[in-house]
């Protein structure tokens, strides 16, 4: 431990001289070429460092700016967690609730045995399955194959020749493979007839009853009541930061900007003519009101009257575009007008992109016409649904990533008691990598963070003491450590949970160099080095070092403070005030909640 009263130089001999003389040796092992595209690193001023370990500094500083960095995604508990979703996780249908199944054949042959033994049914390979269009090739196909029959929006009929359905509706096809009555002596051909239906519909088939209710079947994960399928799960679709996971609404943020309508228009009284949309302002002869112009034509309404008598529907339009295609007219002069198609993403979206161009600096912020909103689809959840309908133990990975750390402790805690034998088998490595994480996490004293809480939020002690957690989980040997003050806003509780965790980074055989002044820390250490003996020009002295017991038997202004011999007066008589009191009240946020 280094420690001494401020500015004593604790932070130069640790920082600027000891951990830069490391990293200047670390940058020496490279080729000359690689180093020049690295910078030069100065060599520190000083005569002579021997015997340096290679130096990490785990600094106060938050990590990351990026919102997809998550205290889940730094310390790799999230990515384990994902893991054991997509391995051990029961998937439910999103539609109805039901736990979804997949089946072997040998499974699907026996449930059908069982369920319509002595009963006729109609043995179905889904070919379309809620879309639209007229599929007279797909007719065709079914009918060059040899098929008779097909199943289509709940009613069998023959297949023939030059077949169509309409094109404007949503249809449900299926090919009928076999009718058969079901019974133990023609189990061949229902075997058969099953494999040829799975093979046509890839690994999912429908069974018509007398009554032509309708069951799946399918060798991977559906809903056997409303027949919705999933993917196999795969750890990505667990993941916001990968596309098979990602809320398609939100991109995995949890987020969206959305138009801010009260700030688009302040005014709803004015007409867009003059000056309704702030963004734009009266008009003008530029191309945005020749687009409005056009728009106006297309969807019929008027620049001219007051926005809040404009339909909805047309406003919509106006702030967040249109599908369809806006040809817009432009007169230059009498002779010469052009006609240009354009897609229309709403004024904000047009603005923004027109700023970008130009590189506007005059141009109003369009960030001040966007809301924040948590994202209507996921819910903030940033998954897509059917990630967030795969459950372990009930569980969802969301929810369990909205746990503080010590509650997910006890999640874990026995989970294996709650898990079926065959998940247990899987789980096993995975769950002790999430244990042995969390384990580092609460010994760093975090175990009110939880795992979605975003990198970018955390203070800097929080970053370092997660960084700490990430080093004590990578077990490395024969490295200095550097830490500046890591007891900083901790419990005090928390602080010998923390010395504690440095004494184990250094059992692991390491060395662990903390600036600190706190009273604990310097008496755990085993060798103390105090700065003195002042501040700035008066300091840079090594005024005594040794075992805490060596120091104390010195005398220096550190020691007077350890002792009790010197202490931080109370100050007797504190500011009045003014009679006047700010409250905040139910104030939540990351880490307060409604204090
Ligand atoms: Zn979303």
Same mark, same amino acid.
């Given at each position: ?156 009929? =023959? ?34 007839s099953v494999q040829a239906a799975l093979k046509l519909a890839k ?112 406003? =919509? ?189 250094? =059992? ?49 202004l550190t020691t007077s403070y350890i002792n009790g011999e010197r ?15 700010l409250s905040l009240k139910k104030a939540t946020g990351h880490n307060?909640?409604?204090?």
């Amino acid at each position: 431990v280094i420690t001494g009263l401020s500015g004593s130089g604790k932070s130069s001999l640790a920082f600027d001289t000891i951990y830069a003389e490391g990293q200047r040796r670390y940058m020496e092992t490279f080729s000359a070429y690689s180093r020049q595209f690295m910078g030069g690193m100065e060599r520190p001023d000083v005569d002579k460092v021997s015997g340096l370990s290679p130096v990490i500094a785990i600094e106060q500083k938050t990590t990351s700016k990026n919102p997809r960095s998550t205290v889940g995604t730094i310390t790799e508990i999230y990515d384990f967690m994902r893991l054991l979703f997509a391995r051990t996780g029961d998937a439910y249908s999103y539609a109805t609730g039901e736990k979804m199944e997949r089946m072997s054949e040998d499974q699907i042959l026996r449930t059908i045995f069982e369920k319509f033994d002595g009963q006729p049914i109609n043995i179905m390979a889904p070919a379309v399955k809620g879309r639209k269009g007229h599929y007279r090739e797909l007719f065709e196909q079914i009918r060059k194959q040899g098929y008779l029959k097909v199943w289509i929006d709940g009613a069998i009929a =023959d297949v023939e020749p030059k077949m169509q359905v309409d094109r404007y509706k949503i249809h449900d096809i299926d090919i009928v493979v076999d009718r058969l009555v079901v019974s133990e002596k023609d189990s061949k051909r229902l075997y058969t007839s099953v494999q040829a239906a799975l093979k046509l519909a890839k690994g999912i088939i429908r069974i018509a009853d007398k009554d032509n209710n309708v069951s799946y079947f399918s060798k991977y994960l559906m809903d056997p009541v409303s027949g919705i399928s999933y993917d196999e799960p795969q750890p990505n679709t667990f993941s916001f930061n990968s596309p098979y996971g990602a809320c398609e609404k939100c991109n995995g943020l949890g987020y969206i900007f959305e138009i801010d309508e009260l700030a688009v228009i302040p005014n709803p009284k004015l007409s867009i003519q003059n000056g309704g949309l702030a963004p734009l302002g009266e008009y003008r002869e530029t191309w945005i009101f020749q687009v409005l112009k056009a728009l106006a034509k297309k969807f019929e309404f008027s620049l001219t009257v007051p926005i809040e008598k404009l339909e909805r529907e047309k406003l =919509d339009i106006i702030l967040n575009g249109t599908e369809e295609k806006i040809n817009v007219a432009v007169e230059y002069n009498k002779w010469n007008v052009q006609n240009y198609s354009i897609n229309f993403e709403g004024i904000i979206k047009m603005l923004e992109e027109q700023q970008e161009r130009r590189n506007d600096e005059g141009m109003d912020d369009m960030e001040n016409y966007r809301v924040l909103r948590t994202c209507p689809v996921c819910d903030g959840a940033r998954l897509k649904k059917e990630s967030l309908h795969f459950k372990v133990d009930n569980k969802n990975i969301f929810e369990l990533a909205t746990m503080d750390i010590s509650t997910l402790k006890e999640w874990y805690d026995g989970l294996e008691d709650r898990l079926t034998e065959r998940q247990n088998v899987i789980a096993k490595e995975i769950l002790k990598e999430i244990r042995a994480r969390i384990g580092f996490l609460l010994d760093v004293g975090l175990s009110y963070l939880t795992l979605d809480r975003t990198a970018k939020t955390l203070s800097g002690g929080e970053a370092q003491r997660i960084r700490l957690a990430t080093q004590i989980g990578s077990q490395l040997m024969n490295v200095m450590y550097i830490l500046d003050e890591p007891s900083i806003g901790l419990h005090q509780r928390d602080n010998e949970r923390l010395i504690n965790a440095l004494k184990n980074l250094r =059992d692991l055989g390491n060395t662990v160099l903390v600036v600190e002044h706190d009273k604990d820390m310097i008496l755990e250490a085993d060798h103390v080095i105090d700065m003195g003996p002042a501040a700035g020009v008066h300091g840079g002295e090594i005024v005594a070092q040794g075992t805490p017991a060596e120091l104390l038997a010195r005398h220096t202004l550190t020691t007077s403070y350890i002792n009790g011999e010197r202490s931080i007066a109370v100050p007797e008589k504190r500011r009045e005030g003014n009679g006047k009191i700010l409250s905040l009240k139910k104030a939540t946020g990351h880490n307060l909640k409604k204090v």
